[in-house]
């Protein structure tokens, strides 16, 4: 049986397959609009599951050791936002507190910064994240900041190790022979001995850990007097506050063979600090190359020798000077 056959039929089939019209009479405008669209569809690629919140219902992730204040970069921040707004959502989680309220995981100086800027919502990415899991994204999000102190440092490391370790990925991260602080580390760029480091520095005194932030006592000393007990830091942290003096060098050397004894005290600090003869301060802070003290020195002087000497010349050299004074 013959199928009927209209003119929607016939003239459909003839027109399918022709270019529309702005294409076939425009195609580098039709080629221009489908460049934009492609453009627009970058820009918002990866953005869909933004949402827009009110920034009170925002709080800082409970276990943040990053400082968020209103300094100079702060306030670039808010102009930059002010002009061209958030470009990144800030990543959250429900807060298990608060219903309807979010956990900031990244971004709590672009919150800041929005605040500053007179925005009462912000773009956010809102994700169900276990405390593990945040945790680790949280110190990976912040731990590349120039400026950070070494306390911020120390601390997000801490608690990138530990939630590593309660994830089981690494059992080793506080063992003294594992290798798993290099994981710790990775995003940051940090050597496993680095991380270790700064680690340490948490076991602190939170004045010394202060000071260690202030550039007052270096890194290195602080790692060494992070071995000593509360009460140990406490007799340094004392004869700093009296004295404004901390141990460096042979004299941390010292109370470290007090505190291997079980002799370290008020006393020794006492004694160690106040003991500043002129051949100590020579050790600490001045260095000699061997080839230029060669000329000399018979060949076979050995360091101990050599040093005898210049202190007596110096000894010989202070007096004549003295005498001169007089």
């Not at 968020?68 to 990543?91: C, W």
């Not at 009462?120 to 169900?128: C, D, G």
């Not at 060098?249 to 020794?268: C, H, I, T």
Request: hydrophobic content about 35%.
């Amino acid at each position: 049986m013959a199928k009927n056959v209209s003119s929607m039929d016939i003239f459909g089939g003839m027109f399918q397959n022709i270019p529309a019209y702005e294409k076939a009479m425009h195609p580098d405008k039709a080629a221009a609009a489908g460049s934009e669209q492609t453009e627009k569809e970058k820009l918002h690629e990866g953005q869909e599951d933004k949402v827009l919140v009110r920034r009170e219902l925002l709080h800082p992730f409970h276990n943040h050791p990053f400082r968020v204040t209103e300094d100079a970069a702060m306030q670039e921040l808010a102009e930059s936002i002010r002009s061209y707004g958030i470009m990144e959502p800030i990543l959250v989680r429900p807060d298990s507190k608060r219903h309807g309220e979010y956990e900031i995981i990244a971004g709590h100086r672009r919150n800041c910064a929005a605040g500053l800027a007179g925005l009462k919502e912000v773009p956010v990415r809102i994700e169900e994240l276990d405390d593990d899991t945040a945790s680790v994204l949280m110190v990976d999000s912040n731990n590349k900041r120039e400026e950070l102190l070494p306390s911020e440092k120390a601390w997000a490391f801490r608690i990138k190790a530990e939630a590593l370790r309660h994830q089981g990925k690494r059992s080793d991260l506080f063992a003294e022979e594992g290798k798993g602080m290099a994981a710790v580390g990775e995003k940051s760029g940090d050597s496993e001995r680095t991380v270790r480091r700064y680690i340490r520095l948490t076991y602190l005194e939170k004045d010394l850990l202060d000071l260690v932030d202030a550039g007052k006592l270096n890194i290195g000393a602080g790692y060494t007097i992070s071995f000593f007990n509360s009460e140990e830091q406490g007799y340094i942290l004392d004869y700093y506050r009296g004295n404004n003096k901390l141990p460096v060098g042979v004299q941390l050397e010292e109370l470290v063979r007090y505190q291997r004894k079980g002799l370290l005290n008020a006393e020794a600090v006492k004694r160690v600090m106040g003991a500043e003869s002129a051949k100590r301060q020579i050790k600490e802070n001045v260095t000699i190359k061997r080839d230029r003290l060669r000329k000399y020195f018979p060949r076979e002087a050995t360091a101990e020798y050599m040093e005898n000497v210049i202190m007596e010349l110096l000894e010989q050299w202070a007096q004549g000077n003295q005498n001169a004074d007089e």
